[in-house]
Each structure stands twice: as structure tokens, then as C-alpha cells.
């Protein structure tokens, strides 16, 4: 059964950085695609970023380019996000998500595994 676990999450100043993590379990993870979602009270959940772990290619949406990044320890199952430069607008809770193969996707239903999310709070 495929597992993912976020954690990570926090209150961080407007500026500040904070590191989330996902482990995934119970399959091979290499054949597998990773991803990054948010949602915000009241929005819908919106692409972040998306890693194959084969490759390590990465994919990321525009207003993360540049702030945040993605990256993995393969030894660990575990792939990361590192925020840099959060903002209040940031706030949110952030879920990792996989899907099996290597093509990069960015819509929330291309993923049908998830992790329970994390809560990330910007304050201003």
C-alpha cells in the first residue's frame, strides 16, 4: 500500500524559510512521479512542483519559481521543499502526492496517492 507522510509545517515570519518533508512507503519509489500541492482556506488545491524520482527532473509553477525547491534523498524514500522568501500569501496546507511512472504532471488529478498535509502559516 502506497504511504505518504508530510511533515515540516509551521508558523514562520513573512521572509523566513521552512523545509517540508514527504516520505513515501510501500512501493518502489523509484517508478514513481512526486508532487507538491497547497490549498488555501476557501481555494482550490493548486500545483507546486513535481520530481521523478527516476530522473530527478523538476517541474514548478510560476509564482514558486526562483523561491522554492524540490529535491529528494533517495536513501530516505524522501523528497523535500525547501520555501525560501514566504510570504502571507504562502499560507496554507501543503500535501505531497504520487503518481506511478515518470511522466511530470501538474493537475491534482493525475495523482491518486496522498499524503494528510501539512500546515503552513506566514504571518506578516
Known amino acids: 500500500q502506497t504511504r505518504l507522510v508530510e511533515s515540516g509545517g509551521g508558523l514562520v515570519q513573512a521572509g523566513g524559510s521552512l523545509r517540508l518533508s514527504c516520505t513515501f512507503s510501500?512501493?518502489?519509489?523509484?517508478?514513481?512521479?512526486m508532487g507538491w500541492f497547497r490549498q488555501a482556506p476557501g481555494k482550490e488545491r493548486e500545483f507546486i512542483a513535481s520530481?521523478?524520482?527516476?530522473?530527478?527532473?523538476?517541474y514548478y509553477t510560476d509564482f514558486v519559481r526562483g523561491r522554492f525547491t524540490v529535491s529528494k534523498n533517495f536513501a530516505a524514500n524522501t523528497m523535500y521543499l525547501q520555501m525560501n522568501s514566504l510570504k502571507p500569501d504562502d499560507t496554507a496546507v501543503y500535501y505531497c502526492?504520487?503518481?506511478?511512472?515518470?511522466?511530470?504532471?501538474?493537475?491534482?488529478?493525475?495523482?491518486?496517492?496522498w499524503g494528510q498535509g501539512t500546515q503552513v502559516t506566514v504571518s506578516s
Open positions: 520530481l521523478s524520482w527516476s530522473s530527478s527532473v523538476t
Open positions: 510501500g512501493r518502489t519509489v523509484s517508478n514513481y512521479v
Open positions: 502526492a504520487a503518481r506511478s511512472g515518470s511522466v511530470l504532471a501538474n493537475t491534482r488529478q493525475e495523482y491518486p496517492y
